[in-house]
């Protein structure tokens, strides 16, 4: 018996020390001593909004309150979303620390529809007040719109000199050119997702297509037939026959790589991959009309039982402020939110050709649900 | 003597399938740790490079997760004995009612696929205050190790012949003596072997690890993913010899008693 | 051996309790964090939003709400009718069929081979099976996703001497050659462990009776190392079906493997409930391959105590 206490406690005194070795992530930068609000923003998409966030906004907005400190996590491509969701989901309803106090990601739509975030108006959140009531509207009363985007057609302009104008001509070329288009599964990156929903409206009245802007219509959705019709025609003119890759870089990567010869890509990604090297300047970039492709804002959502949402609110606010708006225009190319007749009349002439007040917006949130499993179930390998 | 040769012909073509098969993938992913790049096709890469290494190492949150899997690993191979081998003798020692439900329940829990009750744990580990402790991401860990640290170790107690036991016995020996210089050392191979089996269970765990351990903790293999993605190929390279080393080190260590047939034995239900 | 094993086991009243007390421990905890999940899982599945279920209840799309007392098959219902899922699963199993063939012949194979053969190289063969047990998956499959992609070794090599072989990523052949991969180890230990139990004695008999070594195997080796085998290849079996991280990292958009499906249904499509039909759907799968596993079991127990 001696040896099996000495066997039991030896266990114990190490797996104690061992519980001592586990780290947490956040110690090295800790922040949180000497009476400080530490912020925990929870990024869902791309490294390029990290940077931002890393670079752009952070520590300005620390500088401007010293008393506030935020900590920056990136799930790459929303990997963990339904993790995140339940986890969020669940601390709410039992109103407990979901260990995240901002949210920069896909899922805050979804959020804000269940009723889980803090409400965002110009009340609670001053810096609202510039931006379109619209917009606002579409974030379903949680989500806080802080950057917008559009998709463009790039195209390799080694191969293409006169690239498409509209969708029709960019489907013809398409099927002219066998192999060299592709775009990735609208559930795994917007710029698929655009392409998709673009190709769908182009057999949509207006106002259905504003019917599914703004609002869950399911049986609104048998309209879409038509489109999908033409998306699985495609498959065979698509690179290798029908692969769709997983993620809006990695379509970027197939196009840098010559792979491809065109597709549709977010705007933002396009204009900082070519700044870091990573897109050679022999890609190009352009718009379509008849429809355009879609594009939005990327919303910005806080636990509404989250124990720092003062600061996070303030921290929201910081982000529509015109300083800001202007480092997310020029360092990953976002669209600002705010009136362009508030940034700096540099940035102004960059987007005085991108429009970016006549955004075409994407679907509601439940819609693009929707139409994520409906591209799944009619068009790859069909 | 015509088709002995055949049969040694056919034999290499197998094991040298075999290697490629099976080292292939490893070698073709970690040469690329050393290299510069690679242009397709050839069959080496244009330069070597330690570049690679210096990054990972620099890294501070790759290091964090590096050290955080080398932790709970261990912490849960520890726990999961301490729960399970008494249990584990219980299985091979006793006859009790509902005995073999029990062996089979046991694996049956880990037959569901572990993303449908991602909602409802988190309720559960809010509710018992376990989100983002180090004894929540255990339990996680612990969860998924339960079936090796009972099946084998049970086969293995069940298999030290009485024989011995009642000669210590005879000769003297407290039950406690008997356990510890008869039973214990004849059932340790088994044991283990589940601890290998478990440490590896442990250190491939990443969905529940994320769920339960985020933000705080994060392991290895919840970062792989970022990894594989978001760094050059030639990182996530890195990153996967330095996350085989440990498994490389166990499998030097365990070898003799798996390939003995420990393993197997555990997993035939008596 | 195995005969005097089951019969030492002490069945007494008092031991018999102690017994049940001390294998309590990992079933609480296993019933806890597992078992009760899992039935509000079903639950929620046949259409019961209430309890713990509401939380996920208030954001679900399409969802079935029970409507009497035991709840529901709405749900299940919605996804038969699916040509989608309909596919998935006929996949899955297909992919689980081919998989478990594959990995039962090599280690089939591998083990006769340490058995018949013996020597260096055999136990090398052996060993080199067991590898992938000591890597972990996610390595695993980003390592044969690169080893057969375009750009991958085995089309470096066909361009080598001017071919142009298939690229191999993304496809359901490729999810066949991760899980063969991934599960080989396993099944080397099971079946070569069995193999090796088959005493000298036996064989030598079978063989100086005039019987080759074909016959010898089939109607000798096999029949003794029937368990294991059957072990082997239920788990194998209950390993691919559920399986998430290959198919997910090397398989095709479509078809898709069911593993793969949860994932999507919860956070693409925002349908946790059918998400976790989809989870029973595996489940119940897993469940009729476990029959032949318990069966196996039985049979010899009994054949064997009589």
Redesign the interface.
């Known amino acids: 018996m001696k040896r099996l206490t000495t066997v039991v406690a030896l266990g114990a005194v190490t797996a104690l020390a061992l519980t001592g070795c586990a780290k947490k992530s956040g110690d090295d930068t800790a922040a949180s001593s000497g009476g400080k609000t530490t912020v925990r923003v929870l990024i869902s998409g791309d490294t390029n909004v990290q940077d931002l966030w890393d670079k752009g906004i952070v520590p300005g907005f620390e500088k401007a309150n010293p008393n506030i400190a935020v900590t920056v996590e990136l799930d790459l491509h ?1 990997e963990h ?2 993790q995140n ?2 986890k969020m ?2 601390a709410v ?1 039992g109103n407990s620390d979901s260990g995240m106090d901002l949210i920069d990601g896909g ?1 805050v739509l ?2 804000a ?4 975030l803090a409400p965002a108006d110009p009340s609670t959140v001053p810096g609202l007040s510039d931006v379109p009531g619209d917009i606002i509207k579409a974030g379903g009363g949680g989500g806080i719109p802080y950057r917008g985007s559009s998709v463009l057609l790039a195209y390799n302009s080694t191969k293409v000199a006169k690239p498409p104008q509209t969708l029709d001509t960019l489907l013809a070329w398409i099927k002219a050119n066998k192999g060299q288009f592709t775009y990735n ?1 609208p ?1 795994s990156g917007g710029s698929g997702a655009s392409f998709v929903t673009t190709v769908l409206d182009k057999y949509l009245s207006p106002a259905d297509q504003q019917t599914l802007r703004t609002g869950y219509d399911q049986a609104l959705e048998s309209t879409w037939d038509k489109g999908f019709a033409e998306l699985k025609s495609l498959n065979q003119y698509v690179y ?1 026959g029908g ?2 890759p ?1 993620g809006n870089a990695q379509v970027l990567q197939l196009l840098s790589a010559g ?1 491809i010869t065109m597709a549709p890509v977010w705007s933002d990604q396009f204009i900082s991959g070519q700044k870091t090297g990573q897109i050679p300047a022999t890609i190009k970039a352009t718009q379509i009309s008849d429809p355009s492709f879609t594009g939005g804002a990327a919303y910005l959502g806080i636990p509404k039982n989250s124990p720092n949402k003062a600061a996070a609110l303030k921290l929201a606010s910081y982000a529509l402020t015109p300083a800001v708006q202007n480092v997310i225009a020029t360092t990953i190319a976002g669209y600002p939110v705010i009136p362009l007749a508030k940034l700096p009349a540099q940035t102004q002439e960059i987007f005085k050709a991108a429009h970016p007040d006549t955004l075409r917006p994407t679907y509601f949130s ?1 819609v693009t ?2 139409m ?2 409906a591209w ?2 009619k ?4 | 003597m015509a088709r002995r040769l055949t049969t040694n012909v056919l ?1 290499t073509l ?2 040298a399938l ?2 490629v ?6 070698l ?2 970690g040469i690329r740790a050393f290299a510069t790049s ?1 242009t ?4 080496l890469p244009d330069g070597w490079t330690l570049e690679w290494w210096r990054k990972v190492i620099a890294d501070n949150q790759l290091s964090t997760a590096v050290q955080n899997s080398l932790t709970f690993a261990p912490l849960t191979v520890i726990v999961s004995a301490v ?2 081998l ?2 584990a ?11 073999k439900i ?1 062996l ?10 572990k ?10 580990f809010y509710a018992l205050g376990l989100m983002q402790t180090v004894l929540g991401i255990v ?2 860990h ?2 998924g190790t ?1 079936v090796f ?2 099946w084998i170790p049970a086969a293995a107690f ?2 030290v012949p ?1 024989s011995l036991e009642e000669a210590a016995r005879d000769a003297g020996a407290s039950p406690a003596r008997v356990f510890f210089r008869v039973t214990l050392p004849l059932a340790l191979p088994g044991i283990l072997v589940a601890m290998v089996m478990s440490f ?1 269970a442990s ?2 765990e ?2 529940g690890t994320y769920l339960v351990g985020y933000p705080d903790y994060l392991t290895m ?1 919840t970062q ?2 970022s990894l ?1 993605l978001n760094y050059p ?1 030639q990182m ?1 390279a890195v990153f ?1 010899i330095l ?2 080393i440990p ?2 080190l ?2 030097a260590l365990a ?1 003799r008693h ?2 003995g ?1 420990q ?3 555990g ?4 | 051996m ?1 005969r005097t ?2 019969a ?4 007494g009243q008092p ?13 609480l ?2 019933a ?7 039935v ?2 079903v639950g929620y599945s046949l259409g019961h939003t209430g309890g ?5 209840a ?2 679900a ?1 399409h969802q079935h709400v029970a409507t009497s007392g035991w709840g529901t098959f709405a749900a299940y219902r919605e996804m038969l009718a ?3 899922f309909r596919t998935d699963v006929a996949v899955t199993v297909l992919v689980t069929l081919l998989s478990t063939a594959v990995v039962l012949v ?1 280690a089939l ?1 591998i083990a006769l ?1 340490l058995r018949l053969r013996g020597g260096r ?1 055999a136990g090398a ?16 499959s ?3 996703l ?2 057969y992609s ?4 085995i ?3 066909f ?2 001497v001017g071919l142009d072989a298939p ?1 191999l990523g ?1 496809k359901v052949v490729t999810i066949v050659i991760g899980s063969v ?1 991934t599960s ?1 180890p ?1 099944a080397v ?2 079946v ?3 193999i ?2 088959v005493p000298d004695a036996v064989i030598d008999a079978a063989r100086d009776s005039g019987a080759g070594l074909l016959r010898t195997t089939r109607s000798v080796i096999l029949p003794m190392a029937f ?2 085998i059957v ?1 082997a290849t239920t ?1 194998t079996a ?1 390993g691919v079906l ?1 399986s ?1 991280t290959v198919p997910y990292f090397t398989g ?5 493997m069911l ?1 793969v499906d ?11 409930q059918q ?2 039909v ?3 759907t ?2 119940v799968l ?2 009729g391959i ?1 029959v032949l ?2 069966w196996a ?1 039985f049979r010899s ?1 009994n054949s064997k105590d009589l």
């Open positions: 929303g979303d339904s969701l339940a989901a669940a309803k899922f979804q959020a529809q269940a009723g889980f599964s559930k290798q692969v769709y997983n792979s439940q649900n929707d994520n499993k799944d179930d068009v790859p390998g069909k | 034999l197998f094991l075999l290697v098969f099976i080292l292939g993938p490893l073709w992913l690679w397709y096709p050839n069959l729960i399970c008494p249990a003798y219980a299985f091979g020692r006793h006859d009790f009612a509902g005995r029990m089979v329940g046991i694996f049956a829990t880990n037959a569901f696929p993303m449908g009750l991602f909602v409802t744990m988190a309720s559960m339990i996680v612990v969860m339960v640290m009972t069940g298999a009485r590896l250190f491939d990443a969905q293999p792989m993913y594989v190929l996530a996967s996350l085989s498994s490389v166990l499998l070898h798996i390939m047939g393993l197997a034995e997993f035939q239900l008596r | 195995r094993r089951v030492a086991r002490s069945s031991r018999a309790v102690l017994g049940f007390v001390m294998a309590l421990p990992p079933l905890l296993i806890v964090f597992a078992g009760l999940p899992i509000l899982a713990l279920n509401s939380v996920t208030s954001y799309q699916t040509g989608r090599l194979g081979n190289v063969i052996a060993a080199l099976g067991v590898i992938p047990l000591f890597i972990p998956v996610v390595i695993a980003w390592a044969i690169t080893f375009t750009d991958g070794f089309r470096s090599v361009a080598q690229a993304f991969w080989l396993f230990l099971m070569s462990s069995g090796q139990s368990i294991p072990i788990f209950i559920g998430f095709p958009n479509s078809p898709r593993g949860i994932q999507n249904y919860f956070a693409a499509y925002n349908q946790p998400a976790i989809i989870a029973v595996i489940f897993a469940s476990a596993y318990i079991n127990a």
